[in-house]
């Protein structure tokens, strides 16, 4: 099983719609979660950080985290194009970052 | 603060040249670590440095090296560069206390032919 686990999609949807995504991690250690918005040819940009379950919003974006069932998300309220990266998931934990492969997102005007 | 910078932005090399990627941060952060980013393959660590004369490996290290003088600088060096080098680097770096938040510089696009 794979440290953490994230589907790279594409995910393509109408401007205005809400965006999901979603990380599982299988390694409890991981106590810190982030979500990274990544730019075709930029460096990743951390969007959101958070370090306990529950819900964390920012703006149109929301973290969450489940660590129970070890599965983090991360929903976009009314979608943008300027929305369209990709998304990775992170998470720290004994002095160390693991990274999801990231997830396409294209929000359609 | 500029934060984390990377030169160059682009390079290509021939196979067998050396280089050496440059990043530097201005953030006084301990830790720095050395990324690339292949196609399906995500973000995979090279090599990491938990402070001035500490580094160690991380998960695909072979061809490269790198050294930490001081707090701000961390370069990578390519001894022999070969066309599995080809990839987009990454530098990030970040407090080893308290915290898990890694800031990334804007990537070196190297190619090797």
């Known amino acids: 099983q794979k440290e953490v686990e994230q589907d790279p999609g594409p995910l393509s949807v109408p401007e205005g719609a809400i965006v999901s995504l979603n990380c599982t991690y299988s390694?409890?250690?991981?106590?810190?979660f982030m979500w990274y918005r990544q730019y075709s040819r930029k460096g990743p940009e951390l969007l959101m950080y958070?370090?306990?379950?529950g819900n964390k919003e920012d703006g149109r974006f929301t973290a969450q985290v489940d660590k129970s069932s070890k599965y983090i998300s991360l929903f976009i309220r009314d979608s943008q194009p300027s929305d369209s990266a990709t998304y990775l998931c992170?998470?720290?934990?004994?002095?160390?970052?693991?990274f999801g492969k990231g997830n396409q997102v294209v929000v359609i005007p | 603060n500029a934060g984390v910078t990377q030169t160059p932005k682009f390079q290509v090399l021939k196979t067998g040249q050396s280089m050496t990627l440059q990043c530097a941060q201005d953030?006084?952060?301990?830790?720095m670590s050395w990324y690339r980013q292949d196609p399906g393959m995500g973000l995979r660590l090279i090599h990491y440095?938990?402070?001035?004369?500490?580094?160690d490996q991380g998960e695909v290290p072979n061809g490269y090296n790198v050294s930490r003088s001081t707090t701000e600088d961390f370069p990578l060096r390519l001894l022999s560069a070969a066309p599995s080098q080809t990839s987009v680097y990454f530098c990030?770096?970040?407090?080893?206390?308290?915290?898990?938040?890694?800031?990334f510089g804007p990537g070196t696009r190297l190619t090797v032919t």
């Open positions: 953030m006084n952060h301990e830790y």
């Open positions: 990030a770096s970040r407090t080893p206390r308290g915290t898990y938040e890694q800031y």
């Open positions: 992170a998470l720290g934990g004994n002095n160390r970052l693991a």
């Open positions: 390694n409890s250690a991981f106590q810190y």
């Open positions: 958070t370090y306990s379950s």
């Open positions: 440095s938990v402070g001035a004369g500490i580094t």
